[in-house]
């Protein structure tokens, strides 16, 4: 097996899950890092051996060279456009970070551009990638819930604004400029996702949404010149042309201890979607931790409808069954983590129909929270044709670093 070198783009905080995932993927090896942050650079060159000829301060330089084979790109959110399409551009294969983009627009023009280039693109969707999620859409293809009629899309925390109330995250998560929006684009890319995905990724009919950010802001949490520019809370409803509804709520803090969780209700069943996965499964744990049988997340499905006439309730834990399904079949692990699953599709191991699209999947995803978005805008619904019409690229077109300035073009 030819060994896959990676570069990857943005050495921050999702970085370190990146390179856990990696260092347990054989045949895989991260070669060169870039962040313009040249201290932050080599901390994270010495954290993984890199040695210092292969760290970079401008990702150009690092795309020059012609011994990597594929690009990871672990910027922030309004930075996945450009600096993606410049790595697809430049002839690499792209992993990119969700959410895939802060519009409709801006996800287009990534998926556009692996279409036009011809490279092979996936998005970061951990949520879609386990046992939880085949299993509900194999349930769904089944029939056995009957006729769709309505889902729930639900993540909350009690107070947990990333880069605010919780630090050690990267503050651009607040800002407008590069975080854009706020839960909807952060934990709420992970429910979305795979809400749509279980239910065949059905076409949107309609959507109306309102957001806020009027969760109290303790002041002293912000350094002076820092300000928290982005929602703290997303809800809305949308309707599909099959005729089934999505209720949406995503916050990031709110006044109340628990707020439900995602479902999918039929006319024969419905199933609850407890513990998703947001953290990338067993893969991001340590080989010790792993080993230790440690789980990040408890995926589990609740299912509640009819078995022999009666009414019945049953709980599958998914992780658990998960393990077991590769020991039957280890090709099932293609599956169940996202950058395996890439690896493979790189391979050929899996192609354009046994693969999950999840440059697709991400690009809707993004149509329905543009849409949210787009809807508090105009004060009325809008529709999913108005969406793909009206959104409008924000990526950055300029971004300043510490050494200049870049300038993209996408
Ligand atoms: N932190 C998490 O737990 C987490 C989880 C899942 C997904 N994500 C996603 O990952 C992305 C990154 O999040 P993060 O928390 O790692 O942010 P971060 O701020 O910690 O890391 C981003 C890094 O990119 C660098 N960067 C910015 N512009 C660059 C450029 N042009 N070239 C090279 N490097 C550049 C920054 O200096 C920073 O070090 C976000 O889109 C986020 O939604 C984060």
Request: net charge negative; with cysteine.
């Amino acid at each position: 097996m030819k060994e896959l070198r990676i570069g990857i783009i943005g050495t921050g905080m999702i970085s370190n899950r990146h390179m856990t995932i990696w260092s347990h993927i054989p045949g895989t090896k991260v070669v060169a890092g870039c962040d313009i942050d040249q201290a932050k650079v080599r901390a994270w060159g010495e954290r993984y051996g890199i040695p210092e000829e292969d760290l970079y301060v401008d990702f150009r330089e690092m795309l020059k060279r012609d011994d990597l084979n594929a690009i990871d790109v672990c910027v922030h959110n309004n930075l996945h456009t450009p600096v993606s399409v410049a790595v697809m551009k430049a002839g690499f294969p792209c992993y990119c970070e969700k959410p895939m983009a802060a519009s409709y627009a801006d996800a287009k023009i990534i998926y556009d551009a692996a279409k036009a280039t011809g490279q092979k693109l996936a998005v970061q969707l951990s949520s879609i990638y386990n046992l939880q999620t085949r299993l509900a859409k194999k349930m769904i293809e089944e029939g056995k819930l009957g006729k769709l009629y309505h889902a729930r899309s639900v993540g909350h925390r009690r107070e947990g604004r990333p880069g605010f109330d919780m630090p050690n995250f990267s503050r651009d998560f607040i800002s407008k400029e590069i975080g854009v929006h706020g839960p909807l684009c952060d934990l709420g890319i992970y429910h979305l996702s795979q809400m749509l995905y279980v239910m065949g990724m059905p076409e949107l009919d309609t959507v109306f949404g309102v957001s806020s950010a009027d969760y109290y802001q303790d002041p002293r949490l912000l350094p002076p010149g820092l300000t928290y520019d982005v929602e703290d809370l997303s809800v809305g409803i949308a309707t599909f042309k099959n005729g089934v509804s999505l209720d949406i709520y995503e916050d990031w803090a709110m006044h109340m201890d628990e707020v439900g969780t995602s479902f999918i209700a039929g006319s024969l069943g419905g199933l609850k979607l407890l513990d998703v996965d947001t953290s990338g499964g067993d893969l991001a744990l340590s080989k010790e931790r792993r080993l230790a049988g440690a789980s990040a997340q408890k995926p589990t499905l609740e299912f509640f409808g009819y078995e022999d006439g009666m009414k019945t309730s049953k709980v599958i834990n998914c992780q658990e069954n998960g393990r077991r399904e590769v020991l039957a079949d280890p090709r099932m692990a293609l599956y169940n983590d996202n950058q395996v699953h890439w690896v493979a599709y790189l391979r050929g191991e899996l192609d354009d129909s046994s693969r999950i699209d999840s440059p697709y999947i991400a690009m809707e995803t993004a149509l329905l929270s543009d849409a949210i978005f787009l809807s508090q805008a105009q004060h009325r619904s809008v529709t999913g044709e108005e969406v793909r019409a009206m959104s409008q690229s924000v990526a950055l077109r300029r971004q300043e670093t510490p050494w200049g300035v870049i300038e993209y073009d996408f």
